[in-house]
Nanobody, 121 residues
Framework: QVQLVESGGGLVQAGGSLRLSCAAS????????MGWYRQAPAKQRELVAR???????NYADSVKGRFTISTDGAKNTVYLQMNSLKPEDTAVYYC???????????????WGRGTQVTVSS
């Protein structure tokens, strides 16, 4: 079993910053990629940022230059530093790990339960 635990969400004023964390625990053989997604009310879940095991990153156009994804590989943790927050960033943020639990199993997506980020104007 793999568990992802997110932390760091909350309420912040526009222009402020928050840092999200997501730690994975359990049986992990290897991690292909880690990422953050978000879902606003009445909208589909969308990719915010993703980082591969090799360190390459990609970001949604709406957050480029404001958000930074990073990892602490030794601790199986991924972070999302969010600066210059806007009201339209308000959403539930979910972390995602694409990982293998053993060498003979294919990689599977695991999701956190989500953390609320609310940006007031």
């Amino acid at each position: 079993q793999v568990q992802l635990v997110e932390s760091g969400g909350g309420l912040v004023q526009a222009g402020g910053s928050l840092r999200l964390s997501c730690a994975a625990s359990g049986t992990i053989f290897s991690i292909n990629a880690m990422g953050w997604y978000r879902q606003a009310p009445a909208k589909q879940r969308e990719l915010v940022a993703r980082i591969s095991s090799g360190g390459s990153t990609n970001y949604a156009d709406s957050v480029k230059g404001r958000f930074t994804i990073s990892t602490d590989g030794a601790k199986n943790t991924v972070y999302l530093q969010m600066n210059s927050l806007k009201p339209e960033d308000t959403a539930v943020y979910y972390c995602n790990f694409d990982l293998r639990t053993t060498w003979y199993r294919q990689a599977v997506d695991y999701w956190g339960r989500g953390t609320q980020v609310t940006v007031s104007s």
